[in-house]
């Protein structure tokens, strides 16, 4: 029989998973046996790297079509909690709407949508095995997955009208502005307030969030002058799974939104140093972005304005993204990662402060 605890144990009902198992396996006669809850598989997206706040875990759902039974794993992805307890519900129907609405139009893969919900924002996806983990990403792909990157942004390059049709789509620089700076200001009160992260809480360190949030307007002004596009948010080898045999396939798009190309570089080279070693010199990296960036869709950077870029996207990033996962993050996960995020996120950070602020 199936399990009569599914209406409580998880945020979907028996007829919510049942339609959306019909329809993803295109079996009309499928009926629902069995649900429960099973390891989550290490080399799915996400499941190593997390530190948003987002629950990911997977269920062993059984079912019987046309008289023949079988297992599936799914993977069940629900929205993050915000500082103040709320669920993020909106970051959990951005992800359901890309996948949803937006995936014909993407020019690279997504997982297979089993089942979600638009007002609560919890989504199913289907589990891929045979991936090859992050940290063994070889040469070609990294070159494969910067391709991807270009691509999209290509695809979307000046269609900001366009992607105006997805309200869900955050605009960070445009309509959220606001409420964005808001939520960051809001997060360097707690992250100090609660002095968790005891290897932040410098007075260096200290200054130089509130001197983010400070300057923010000015930190934003050369990033809106830029062209917008549809972005992914959090591009980087984590968030792609890679087939041993295929072509990658990009989950976790909780952050997508219309917003300069650039901001999704400067996210995929700084995650790659924080948490890889990478087979592609980051170097390498950058100038394979511009070099096809250039040959697409023209953004018209030279050193200089590149530079200036890179930096104030850099900036923008560690203020309005990465300080909101500090306030929330167990201090635990973050004495790990402390040498490589001072090198990578703070001391840069730093230097661009000194240079444009």
Known sequence: ???????????????????????????????????????????????????????????????????????????????????????????????????????????????????????????????????????????????????????????????????????????????????????????????VADAKLTPLMQTRYIDLFHKLIECIDRIAEPLREETFTLVHGDYWPGNIARPIDGRQIVFDWQLAGISPAILDMVGFVQS?????????????MILSYRDQAEQLFSPGWDDDRFDQLWYHALMWRLATNWIGRLATMPPANYERLHDRFQHVWLEPAQTAVNRYL
């Open 1 to 191: 029989m199936a399990n009569i605890a599914v209406e409580s144990q998880w945020p979907f009902s028996r007829s919510e998973l049942m339609a959306g198992l019909r329809r993803y396996l295109a079996a009309g006669s499928l009926r629902l046996l069995e649900i429960k809850p099973i390891p989550l598989p290490t080399t799915m997206p996400g499941a190593t790297y997390i530190d948003s706040g987002t629950t990911l875990s997977a269920i062993s759902v059984g079912v019987r079509i046309d008289g023949v039974e079988q297992t599936l794993p799914l993977v069940l992805k629900e929205p993050p909690v915000s500082l103040n307890g709320r669920v993020l519900r909106t970051i959990g129907q951005r992800e359901y709407g890309v996948y949803r609405l937006l995936a014909p139009h993407l020019p690279l893969l997504v997982p297979g949508l089993v089942a979600g919900d638009e007002s609560e924002g919890w989504v199913i996806l289907e589990v891929l095995t045979g991936l090859r983990p992050a940290p063994d990403w070889t040469r070609s792909d990294y070159e494969e997955a910067l391709s991807n990157l270009v691509k999209m942004h290509d695809r979307f390059h000046g269609l900001s009208d366009v992607l105006g049709n997805y309200p869900w789509l955050a605009r960070p620089l445009s309509d959220d502005y606001d409420e964005t700076v808001q939520a960051a200001s809001e997060a360097v009160e707690v992250l």
């Open 272 to 284: 790659t140093r924080l948490y890889l070693e990478p087979a592609m010199p980051i170097a390498d």
